[in-house]
Structure formats: structure tokens, C-alpha cells
Nanobody, 120 residues
């Protein structure tokens, strides 16, 4: 059974930074692409960023490009999302996801989410 546990969310002022972490267990982490999604109140869940199994390839939503960085540490079975220059529009629950296929497919497993709040 795959388990994904996010941490690092919180309240931060506009222009600030946060780093989210997602610890994975129950599967050979190094074989799987990983991603981050988010869901704001009243909106659908949306893609934020993804990283290939080896960490050499990444992709970002246009809304976060240049501000967010996804990375992974396979020795720790952990994926990170460094978020800089945060805006009120980044307020959402952030979810970690694991892909059985590559990140061009749909995620197969989800974490429980961590809240990020950027007050206006």
C-alpha cells in the first residue's frame, strides 16, 4: 500500500516562501514520477509541478513557473516543492501525487494534503 504524507504547509505573507515535503512509502519510490497538485476553495484540483523518477526532468504549470521548484531526494523517498514569491492566489490545499506511469499520465496515488494560506 502506497502512503504519501505531506508536510510544511502553513500561513505565510505575500512575497514569502515555504517548502513542502512529501514522504513516500510502500513502493519503490525511485521508479515513479512524482507531482504536486493544489485545490483552492470552490475550484477544481489543478496541476502544479511534476518530476521524473530520476529527478532530471521537471514540468510546471504556467502560474508557478519561475517561482516554484520541484525536486526529489530518492535516498529519503521524499519529494519537495519550494515555493517562493508566494501570492494570495497560491492559497490552496496542496497534494502530493505518485504516478505509476510517467507524469504525462494521471496520478495513481494521493496524499492527504497540506494547507497553504497566503493572506491578501
Amino acid at each position: 500500500q502506497v502512503q504519501l504524507v505531506e508536510s510544511g504547509g502553513g500561513l505565510v505573507q505575500a512575497g514569502g516562501s515555504l517548502r513542502l515535503s512529501c514522504a513516500a512509502s510502500g513502493r519503490t519510490f525511485t521508479r515513479n514520477a512524482m507531482g504536486w497538485f493544489r485545490q483552492a476553495p470552490g475550484k477544481e484540483r489543478e496541476f502544479v509541478a511534476a518530476v521524473s523518477s530520476g529527478g532530471t526532468s521537471t514540468v510546471y504549470a504556467d502560474s508557478v513557473k519561475g517561482r516554484f521548484t520541484i525536486s526529489r531526494e530518492n535516498a529519503r523517498n521524499t519529494v519537495y516543492l519550494q515555493m517562493n514569491s508566494l501570492k494570495p492566489g497560491d492559497t490552496a490545499v496542496y497534494y502530493c501525487a505518485l504516478y505509476i506511469g510517467g507524469y504525462s499520465t494521471s496520478p495513481n496515488y494521493w496524499g492527504q494534503g497540506t494547507q497553504v494560506t497566503v493572506p491578501s
